[in-house]
């Protein structure tokens, strides 16, 4: 998608500090961190939100989910625990409609969240 900010990351039009790749996902730091590790984890394919990835059904998903454990683990954070967060509508915090994981650590995570 031409317009969607994230697209622009996986071809290269935007600058992110990317941390991690496979074939079908990309890894990169948050703008805004909220933890020390605050990393995205997208599929380098678009889908509006984690609804739209589920129901893609071809393993995408999983790939997402493999690369954000894969990013807590080279960031250090695996050990102390960390968050995978996908906020799913606007009602929820979602700001940028292209799927992404939050992988949060690093830190303390209150919970519930706010
Ligand atoms: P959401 O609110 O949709 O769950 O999360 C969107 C996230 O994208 C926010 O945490 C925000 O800080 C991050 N973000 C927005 N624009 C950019 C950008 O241009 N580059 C990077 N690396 N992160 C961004
Ligand atoms: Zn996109």
Redesign the pocket.
Known sequence: MSDC?FCK?VANE?P??IVYETGRTLA???????APT?V?VIPKEHHADAAALAAADDGLADEVLKSAHEVAVLDGVSGSGYRI???TGAG??????HV?A?VLGGRDLGWPPG
């Open positions: 900010l990351i935007i992110a500090e990169f730091r948050d703008v805004n961190p909220q605050h995205l967060v996908f906020n929820a915090g979602q700001t940028v409609f992404h939050h």
